[in-house]
């Protein structure tokens, strides 16, 4: 016995419990009590069942993650072991849980003869999202406990399930209001009581028994599920894994499983994934707002203007149990706001994703307006009306009027200076800029911009907020984009040009869906709308050769059938438009360039390198407080692939070197400020590490 198990009594049902703060993760200094502690029990002839369960907030959340790549991760007992030696009772083991039972802690769960929990348990195999695969029977228990494509549907998305879920699915046996250990003794007891022979989960055979006799339907269901996990080795592998189990020997498949997890843990997707994962805890640690800053408690939440932005805005907050209140010029446009709100809900319910109680509750959480007056108790207001500036700082005047001492008065403003809307309110330390992406209610980064007069507390909270509706926040400066948008326009600088010199906008289009975007950017444009970019040109004075002919056409994307594609009727399948080419060699002509062969290289080295330039800028200027902040935004909010880690880290996988030496070549050649090296960007190319880099800088 030590401190970190400790093994009582019950009449004759023993209770193993466990206790590791503060998730009761599977670390060595645990494990190797808990075998002795089974050993023991194992052979105990006056033991005749027994119960595994956890002290603290929570049931064994999974691998200690700070052992990662150190001898103790596999050190003996390592978890497949302890997995072992559970099978080998012959005495009833129970597994009780509350709190998350989440990847190892899952695997050894699954080791137990039975699983009982607390009605809010939560269950799950997350190492998908490390690019990793459940590397101690998971991919292949958890089919025999809830079926194949259930489980591969749990493994790939890594998201977990609830109790309920859990219970109907077979992954438990019972489900309690209260006195969880209590209960399972007695379930224990019961079980010891029963004739029926114990079956270890790995012998059981009746929730595969079908996908074994039908390995067609089985595939066609992983073909579905992979679809969207595309150019990933690990939602690959762990299918392949599943698959094994319905096809070899369990212990075959298990050293096929032991295997995957080493090539992958190995690989340059996890690596890049593991880089995600750590990223995004550190960009919660913002400078100057340090542990004993306090958020300010956020009960309402109001948005200004229920158009595009903030209509999914609203949704977010109403998602996360928060109320709001919505206010719009007028009646017609409020109904309206809250009706495609409402409409957007109701395909939720249609999926099946959402029930009609839970879309009755959040949208019951909200409050239509159009009276600046009724915004005096929100803790927090957000602005998203029109993206021009005088609108924006007459909206600021209003609620600087109206809002409580205290609120946070924030704008989802995309390009416009915060300080500036900021200095139009009496409070600009109250001001902050919360820089949602679209669609609001799904896309999960969100950029707190930090005005020069933002107070920590308001950053705080904004974290605070961040996290409670589901966002990943990154702190970034105020300048013209933000770190977002301005390195998008750094990667789009070149996209013209490529088309007038020689490529066409497939051709771009497969560059870049090859390197692993969801789309390419001539695909994108259709979709988001020509018309928008066209807009905001005229306003700057800002022409673009081949985009505003396509405008001036109507072609403005998927909703008018034509942009830089043509889209079949009720199709989004962009499919070469033979006009589209001819314009562009049109306009090539009147520009006097002459068209030659572009390789998919040069396409490369013209739109993601001065986009990586733009991010050393950004670092530079500390408009971002880390590289992987950068990496953060990009995955998170522009599809940047994940299993390359977000375009700094990649970009130091490509080599600054390189970089740098291609931007010289495009600067000598163009003359373009988008290729000049950024000064970072060469030390970084000395160290090879931009974070280096940027700690020089800052020191
Ligand atoms: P939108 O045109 O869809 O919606 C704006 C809404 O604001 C309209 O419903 C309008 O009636 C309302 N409005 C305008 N002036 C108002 C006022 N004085 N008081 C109350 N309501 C008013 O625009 P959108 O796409 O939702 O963009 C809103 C903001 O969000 C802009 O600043 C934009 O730059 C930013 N943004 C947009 C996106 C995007 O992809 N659409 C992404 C991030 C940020």
New binding site residues.
């Given amino acids: 016995m030590t401190e970190h198990v400790t093994v009582s009594r019950d009449g004759e049902i023993a209770i193993v419990t466990l206790d590791n703060p503060p998730v009761n993760a599977l670390s060595f200094h645990l494990r190797e009590p808990l075998g002795k502690a089974l050993e023991a029990l194992r052979d105990d002839e006056a033991v005749r069942g027994v119960v595994i369960a956890c002290a603290g907030a929570t049931f064994i959340a999974g691998a200690d993650i700070t052992e990662f790549n150190t001898p103790k991760a596999t050190a003996s007992p390592n978890l497949r072991e302890l997995i072992v030696l559970l099978e080998s009772f012959e005495k009833p083991t129970v597994a009780a849980i509350h709190g998350t039972a989440f990847g190892g802690g899952l695997e050894l769960a699954m080791g137990c003869h039975f699983r009982v929990a607390d009605r809010n348990a939560r269950f799950g195999l997350p190492e998908v999202k490390l690019g990793l695969l459940p590397g101690a029977g998971g991919t292949l228990r958890l089919p025999r406990l809830i079926g194949p494509l259930k489980a591969l549907t749990v493994i790939v998305s890594g998201n977990p399930i609830g109790a309920r879920d859990a219970l109907a699915e077979g992954l438990v046996e019972a489900v309690y209001d209260d006195s969880l250990v209590a209960n399972a003794v007695a379930f224990a007891r019961e079980q010891a009581d029963k004739a029926t022979a114990l079956v270890p989960v790995s012998r059981r055979e009746d929730k595969i028994a079908e996908a074994k006799n039908d390995l067609d339907t089985f595939d066609a269901g992983v073909a579905a599920l992979l679809k969207k996990k595309r150019g990933l080795d690990a939602p690959r592998l762990c299918a392949q894994s599943v698959r094994n189990g319905l096809t070899m020997p369990f212990d075959e498949a298990l050293a096929q499983e032991r295997a995957y997890f080493v090539e992958l843990v190995e690989g340059e997707q996890s690596r890049a994934q593991r880089h995600l994962f750590f990223a995004e805890r550190e960009a919660a640690k913002v400078p100057g707002v340090g542990k004993e800053v306090e958020p300010r408690e956020v009960r309402r939440a109001g948005v200004?203007?229920?158009?595009?932005?903030?209509g999914g805005i609203a949704m977010s907050f109403l998602n996360g149990g928060i109320p709001v209140t919505i206010?719009?010029?007028d009646r017609e446009?409020l109904d309206r706001?809250i009706a495609r709100m409402d409409g957007n809900y109701a395909i939720s319910v249609k999926r099946g994703s959402l029930t009609e109680e839970a879309k009755a509750k959040r949208m019951g959480l909200l409050t239509g307006t159009t009276d600046y007056a009724d915004l005096a108790d929100c803790d927090l207001i957000i602005e998203?009306?029109?993206?021009e500036m005088a609108?924006?700082k007459?909206?600021f005047g209003k609620l600087d009027a109206v809002a409580k001492p205290g609120a946070i008065l924030a704008?989802?403003?995309?390009?416009?200076d915060v300080d500036e809307i900021a200095a139009s309110t009496s409070r600009p330390s109250d001001v902050v800029g919360l820089?949602?992406?679209?669609p609001?209610n799904i896309m999960r980064l969100l950029e707190i911009v930090r005005g020069r007069k933002t107070a920590p507390d308001v950053l705080k909270t904004a974290l605070a907020v961040a996290r409670k509706i589901a966002k990943v926040p990154v702190v970034v400066g105020v300048c013209h984009g933000f770190v977002g948008n301005r390195m998008l326009a750094s990667r789009s600088a070149e996209l013209e040009d490529l088309l007038l010199e020689g490529a066409t906008p497939e051709q771009v289009d497969k560059v870049f869906t090859d390197f692993g975007w969801p789309m390419g950017p001539f695909a994108m444009g259709d979709l988001?709308g020509l018309d928008i970019g066209w807009r905001n040109r005229k306003s700057l004075g800002k022409t673009a050769a081949i985009a505003d002919a396509l405008c001036e056409q109507g072609r403005f994307g998927q909703k008018t059938g034509k942009g830089f594609y043509i889209y079949e009727a009720g199709s989004r399948t962009p499919t070469p438009d033979p006009e589209v080419a001819a314009l562009i060699e049109e306009k090539a002509r009147e520009k006097g360039v002459n068209r030659r062969d572009i390789s998919a290289e040069e396409i490369a080295e013209r739109t993601m390198y001065p986009m990586i330039n733009e991010g050393a800028k950004i670092l530079q200027e500390g408009i971002a407080s880390r590289a992987s902040d950068v990496d953060i935004v990009w995955v998170n909010g522009y599809g940047f692939p994940i299993g390359k880690g977000g375009p700094m880290f990649w970009a130091e996988s490509e080599g600054l070197g390189k970089i740098v030496e291609r931007l010289e070549h495009w600067h000598g050649r163009t003359g373009k400020a988008v290729f000049e090296p950024a000064e970072l960007l060469r030390e970084a190319a000395d160290s090879g590490s931009l974070a280096a880099a940027r700690k020089g800088k800052a020191a």
């Fill in positions: 200004i203007g229920a158009g595009t932005m903030g206010l719009e010029m446009a706001g998203a009306v029109f993206e609108i924006k007459e909206v704008s989802n403003t995309s390009y416009l820089h949602f992406f679209s609001a988001a």
